[in-house]
Nanobody, 126 residues
């Protein structure tokens, strides 16, 4: 079992930045990959970015490439998402997720992640 808790969301103007955090606890030594997803009002949850916990390989959705950076602090068992140049269309609830088993990379499907946090709201005003 892995428990995930996001933080760092908030209200920001377009062009601004936020750093989201996801604190992991439990069997974190078994984590293979972690990811960020987001869900905007009235839309389905979508993939944002992912990384492999041990190797640090990263992968991004085209919509955030060059603006967002996913990273991790293994010692602190924390996943981060640095979001820059935010746009109103980035407004969503952001979720972190964890996958335990090794898989073909990249892992972008929601169904491939077993553990999820409660989410943190990011609102970007125009």
């Amino acid at each position: 079992q892995v428990q995930l808790q996001e933080s760092g969301g908030g209200l920001v103007q377009a062009g601004g930045s936020l750093r989201l955090s996801c604190a992991a606890s439990g069997r974190t030594f078994s984590v293979y990959a972690m990811a960020w997803f987001r869900q905007a009002p009235g839309k389905e949850r979508e993939f944002v970015a992912a990384l492999t916990w041990s190797g640090g390989n990263t992968y991004y959705a085209d919509s955030v490439k060059g603006r967002f950076t996913i990273s991790r602090d293994n010692a602190a068992n924390t996943l981060y998402l640095q979001t820059n140049s935010l746009k109103p269309e980035d407004t969503a609830v952001y979720y972190c997720a964890a996958r335990m088993g090794v898989s073909t990379w990249p892992v972008t499907l929601q169904s491939r992640y077993s553990y999820w946090g409660q989410g943190t709201q990011v609102t970007v005003s125009s």
